[in-house]
């Protein structure tokens, strides 16, 4: 039995030991964890791995006594120190500090060092007195998301735990209901759960209430019958029969008219449709994903969305985060949109000035907004590098709602086109004097809500404009 304890610590693994008759002969640890389809190890309260099956060591890429002792984070993260210290959710904590299973998705370097998503499962190994002593941790090594374009971009612990969550409902047959502000890419959320489907294979169909009127959204789910309406000279087959097998992802559910949920929900609940004009019930195999933007427990309140189609459609809810949560994955969301530009790698990678210059907007039109401005700083830089006067963002709502009427307004009329050297050389000898809000109001009017342009303007860092930004919006 000396070897299910660990080649290192003779003790380590006593509690693993199974139950058998006496002078049985009893399977070694290695045996047992042997037997699992993907990467299996068992780690101490201390980090230390005590036990790894051979598909832990063949997918890191090392050998038992290479493995044994070693800290799992010096493994999986090629870090000195645990994930948690990188923004990463570490399951230790819950299945340590709480007893409970615990199931997070990480980014893990496999044995040609490249970077992977695994979908981690971990459980608490308890003692005799149900303390946990190890946590058994399953590693699945996803598979790349699409080999020609990466649905989801980024690495920020919001997406990773939005991510880890899509991961577990993805492989169901549940309803989903994507929550977001608009501009966040709930669509791209949407294909990430058909992609990682039994239903991959099967068509992926859109449609959007948002810009369908009421007769058009009916026609467009259910389909129609010839002749039942003027206009109808054949029989139309609906986007719920077109996806069948596969996904129907139904965005701005909000906008449903009340007289189509009752059909919905009906379609929903019975795996059927009847079309419009039609006298029979056609069965349909569709996985719906919903998306809004709007507060439906809201509406619901309101009487402007049926109840029970809520709770059937938000049988496993998802936030998907606004850019202002996920501000560590802009850089890579705008290389990854320069890299869809004809030409656009030759700006690869982005200066320090421009990330900067991205990095402190507060993106209202979120992703969306963050590609535009890629494109049109790659348009502006016509076919040179970009640099921080190409990155030209949108004016905040917020300052908007700060700035003073124009008329009226002494500061207003201070145009910062006028200051001269003297007034320009007093902002830069203020000696820790606060530049006069009026004078930064007036400076980003004239800059059109362009931070860095109007930071140069005053001659102060883009970092303490942004700061100013903050305050003024906190005093209104």
């Not at 999986?76 to 500090?97: A, I, K, L």
């Not at 502000?181 to 068509?203: C, F, T």
């Not at 496993?316 to 850089?331: A, C, V």
């Not at 401005?373 to 004016?395: D, F, N, Q």
Request: aromatic fraction near 6%; charge should be negative.
């Amino acid at each position: 039995m000396a070897e299910c304890q660990g080649r290192q610590n003779p003790s380590a693994l006593e509690e693993l030991r199974v139950p058998m008759k006496k002078k049985s002969i009893m399977p070694s640890c290695e045996q047992l964890i042997d037997m699992l389809p993907d990467p299996f190890v068992v780690i101490d309260r201390n980090y230390q791995i005590v036990a790894a099956n051979e598909k832990y060591r063949r997918h890191y890429g090392m050998e038992a006594d290479e493995l044994i002792g070693r800290r799992c984070h010096e493994i999986s993260h090629h870090s000195s120190v645990p994930c948690s210290e990188h923004g990463e959710h570490c399951p230790m904590d819950t299945v340590f500090e709480h007893g409970q299973a615990s199931q997070v998705m990480h980014i893990h370097y496999d044995s040609e060092g490249r970077e992977e998503w695994v979908q981690l499962s971990a459980n608490p190994i308890l003692d005799d007195k149900g303390v946990p002593m190890y946590m058994g941790e399953y590693i699945q090594p996803l598979r790349p998301a699409c080999e020609d374009n990466r649905l989801l971009v980024g690495r920020s612990p919001p997406l990773m735990r939005m991510l880890s969550l899509l991961q577990r409902v993805a492989p169901t047959q549940t309803t989903v209901l994507l929550q977001g502000e608009s501009g966040v890419g709930k669509e791209q959320v949407a294909k990430y759960l058909h992609r990682y489907s039994d239903r991959m294979n099967g068509p992926f169909v859109v449609v959007d209430c948002g810009v369908l009127g009421e007769s058009l959204i009916e026609s467009e789910l259910f389909g129609h019958a010839k002749g039942s309406f003027t206009g109808a000279t054949h029989n139309k087959k609906g986007l719920f029969e077109a996806a069948h097998g596969g996904t129907l992802f139904i965005d701005e559910i909000g906008e449903l008219p009340l007289a189509l949920q009752t059909k919905l929900l009906r379609a929903l609940e019975t795996s059927t449709i009847r079309p419009i004009g039609g006298t029979e019930y056609i069965q349909t195999n569709v996985r719906v994903i919903a998306a809004t933007n709007r507060c439906l427990q809201d509406m619901v309140r309101e009487g402007s969305f049926r109840q029970d189609l809520y709770y059937r459609l938000s049988a496993f809810p998802i936030h998907t985060p606004p850019l202002r949560e996920r501000k560590g994955d802009i850089t890579a969301l705008a290389e990854y949109f320069l890299t869809q530009l004809p030409d656009g790698d030759r700006n690869l990678p982005l200066t320090p000035e421009v990330i900067e210059a991205l990095l402190v907007h507060e993106y209202p039109g979120n992703v969306r907004e963050l590609k535009n401005i890629v494109e049109r700083a790659a348009i502006l830089a016509a076919g040179g590098a970009i640099g921080i006067e190409h990155v030209i963002c949108e004016s905040d709502p917020m300052l908007e709602q700060v700035v003073p009427p124009e008329t009226g307004s002494q500061a207003m009329a201070t145009d910062v086109r006028e200051l001269d050297d003297a007034q320009r050389e007093q902002l830069l000898n203020r000696r820790g004097g606060r530049i006069p809000d009026a004078t930064i109001l007036a400076a980003l009017k004239q800059a059109r809500g362009h931070r860095q342009q109007a930071a140069n303007m005053l001659d102060i860092s883009e970092r303490t404009l942004y700061r100013h930004i903050q305050r003024l919006r906190a005093v209104d």
